[in-house]
């Protein structure tokens, strides 16, 4: 990591603080503190913030656990952000992405919803097209009209938000990673043990 981790239990010079660390304790339990909070906790209000958003990226939108684990793994690799992909790889199996689909997932250059080409081995019609919209948005940051009308035949608007704010959020949290390079993964791949 290119900064001290803080340490915990963290520091907290009033109420306030010990307030934010008891909100993301709370959201990580049973699990303890991650270097991603030990980090953001240099800034109490920054890692207060970060953790609500957060929070309500991953347990309070509708979409299913395969759909959100699979667009925030995809993330992870494209930006190369293999502390990412550690945590949401298992989670996205977990969710009932299938082991080839991850195969998927995990390939690096870029990948489009083509006509003709149909969808991977492994992965649904849904699960294809959040990867493809999550590479777009992810290298690109506009979408191609053609990948955004096939979103729109697959989901619905509350969905289309949902999977769109996702992806930005962990653009955010993948961007985080790799410039302080929290967790020591810069470099490792997605398949290191570390």
């Given at each position: 990591m290119r900064l001290p981790y803080v340490s915990d239990?963290?520091?907290t010079a009033s109420p306030d603080e010990a307030a934010i660390v008891d909100r993301i304790r709370a959201r990580r339990a049973p699990r303890p503190l991650q270097p991603l909070d030990l980090t953001l906790l240099h800034s109490p209000p920054v890692a207060d913030g970060w953790?609500?958003?957060l929070g309500a990226v991953r347990t309070q939108t509708t979409l299913p656990a395969d759909l959100?684990?699979?667009a925030i793994s995809r993330?992870?690799?494209v930006n190369r952000a293999w502390y990412e992909w550690m945590h949401h790889a298992p989670l996205a199996?977990?969710?009932?992405?299938t082991e080839q689909g991850m195969e998927v997932v995990k390939r690096e250059g870029e990948l489009k919803l083509a006509g003709g080409e149909g969808v991977p081995e492994g992965l649904t019609e849904k699960q294809w097209a959040v990867v493809c919209y999550t590479d777009e948005m992810t290298r690109n940051v506009?979408?191609?009209d053609e990948t955004f009308e096939r979103l729109k035949e697959l989901f619905g608007e509350r969905e289309?938000?949902?999977i769109t704010a996702t992806i930005a959020c962990y653009n955010?949290?993948?961007r985080f990673l790799v410039a302080l390079d929290v967790g020591e993964r810069n470099g490792l791949g997605p398949d290191a043990t570390h």
């Open positions: 239990p963290p520091p953790n609500s958003f959100r684990e699979i993330v992870a690799v199996v977990k969710g009932g992405v506009q979408v191609r289309i938000v949902e955010c949290v993948s």
